[in-house]
């Protein structure tokens, strides 16, 4: 009886032993396994170090946070708030954001890198996509920093046509802006109505120059082609019609206490911030420094047209959208000058070089058809050198630095566009505010990712 008692527990101990060592193994092979994982997740992410705390764990659903450990949390890169593929990496301490940093280059399509294999002639259709609410200035800059290669000036009808069309282009960005901006604040009927004037700005566009937006139009000595029949009336009908909406929007908005008490005081930014930042548009105009290009440094006819820069005091995100607003007022009496004061004559430069022969001479001249296709398959060859252009896009100054090498394409060129360098303002403005109103304040911002990660 004992012998049988004796191996029976010895049978017991084995098989004790076997399931403790198939734990301990099933153990490490989740351990292993959770390191695996841990280095699959953390290789080559992006970081926002946490604060080396001790972290205290309760019972309770919310603990106390009396060490103030803080957590972190990423908005976007999918977000209604964010404007396109914008990921903000927030810490935060309970509701308040301790600091941000905007996370970039989700959108990334390599077009400074892809102007070097397109000739001059190609190069508009790839930078109009950058800023795709603002095409026509991408279009402008290009062509001003090729145009000073070169050594030439489209005559005067261009030069107003372009300023038409980037003003009135100025006033369809702004439009979006009070669209986007009502709802992500809160105000869901300003996406209603901001929508329903933008759409009046871009139908006059598109009778001008055949298209919405990426319109190609604005190209090196000029235009594409001339302003279409009843292009007068159609356009101060449009802008009538636009004048008569934004006093809507201000007079639903300017002194409503709800949008005052949750914009006013929100997310200010000071002058020398945005000057150490390089910030540049309505962000360092609602600081008090009155800098626009198109007086500090006029272009095309600017000098010749009577407007005033706005800008206010507080460098608040009540300011940023007053700006705007006001703006729009600006670009209608801009564009009224243009109506009247629109010059006669070409519409481009008539150097053969650059310019391809009228329609009509393709079909009765074979020079000009083979002129015309060489032109769009070889492009013109720009002098060798380098040089950089700048505008005043709705976000800010918008620069065009172009190397030649004398052939036909260029050999490096960089865009500065303003929103790359006015995300860096989220850091100071966001600091102590709530999430909340982080997204009220990223909208402030106006970015436009394509853009950011040209």
Same mark, same amino acid.
């Given at each position: ?17 076997e ?9 490490t ?35 106390e ?22 990921r903000?990496?927030m ?14 280059g ?6 400074e ?10 190069? =508009? ?17 290009? =062509?001003?920093?090729?145009e ?10 261009a ?6 069309? =980037? ?5 369809s ?88 008490s ?22 360092l ?90 032109l ?9 050198g ?33 929103s ?5 303002s989220?850091?100071?403005?966001v ?17 436009i ?6």
């Amino acid at each position: 009886m004992s012998d049988t008692t004796d191996t029976n527990a010895t049978d017991a101990d084995d098989v004790a032993l076997e399931v403790d060592a198939g734990e301990v193994a099933s153990a490490t092979d989740n351990s292993n396994a959770t390191q695996r994982l841990r280095g699959q997740t953390d290789e080559g992410a992006q970081k926002l170090t946490l604060s080396e705390k001790e972290l205290v764990l309760t019972g309770a659903p919310w603990p106390e946070d009396d060490l103030g450990d803080t957590m972190l949390i990423n908005m976007g890169p999918q977000h209604p708030s964010t404007h396109g593929v914008l990921r903000i990496m927030m810490e935060l301490d309970a509701e308040e954001v301790v600091r941000a940093k905007p996370v970039i280059g989700y959108l990334h399509t390599g077009m400074e890198k892809t102007a070097e294999e397109l000739t001059y002639v190609q190069g =508009c259709t790839n930078v109009t996509r950058m800023d795709y609410a603002s095409p026509l200035s991408n279009e402008l800059v290009f =062509c001003m920093a090729v145009e000073q290669l070169l050594d030439i000036e489209g005559p005067e009808r261009a030069q107003w046509m372009r300023m038409m069309l =980037c003003e009135l282009n100025r006033i369809s960005s702004h439009l979006l802006f009070q669209a986007t901006n009502g709802m992500d604040i809160g105000a869901v009927s300003m996406m209603i109505y901001g929508w329903r004037e933008r759409e009046e700005s871009l139908r006059l566009l598109e009778k001008i120059t055949g298209l919405r937006m990426n319109h190609n139009f604005i190209r090196v000595g000029g235009t594409a082609a001339d302003l279409p029949d009843g292009w007068q009336r159609d356009t101060l009908e449009t802008l009538a019609k636009i004048e008569r909406g934004v006093h809507e929007y201000d007079e639903l908005l300017s002194e409503n206490p709800i949008w005052k008490s949750r914009l006013l005081g929100l997310g200010i930014i000071s002058t020398q911030e945005c000057l150490d930042l390089s910030i540049t548009g309505p962000i360092l105009r609602s600081t008090g420094f009155a800098w626009d290009l198109r007086k500090a440094q006029p272009y095309l006819k600017y000098d010749e047209v009577d407007f005033d820069v706005v800008y206010t005091t507080n460098g608040d995100v009540y300011d940023r959208w007053r700006i705007r607003l006001e703006e729009i007022f600006e670009s209608i009496k801009i564009v009224r000058q243009c109506v009247e004061m629109m010059p006669t004559g070409d519409y481009r430069t008539q150097d053969a070089k650059i310019t391809p022969p009228p329609r009509a001479r393709i079909d009765e001249s074979m020079e000009a058809l083979i002129h015309h296709f060489k032109l769009f398959t070889e492009g013109f060859k720009v002098p060798a050198g380098e040089t950089y252009a700048a505008l005043e896009s709705p976000r800010g100054e918008i620069g065009c630095y172009m190397v030649s090498d004398g052939s036909a394409k260029p050999l490096r060129m960089h865009i500065r566009g303003p929103s790359f360098y006015n995300l860096q303002s989220m850091g100071p403005m966001v600091r102590n505010a709530l999430v909340a109103d982080a997204v009220a304040i990223v909208s402030s911002v106006d970015p436009i990712m394509g853009e950011v990660d040209r």
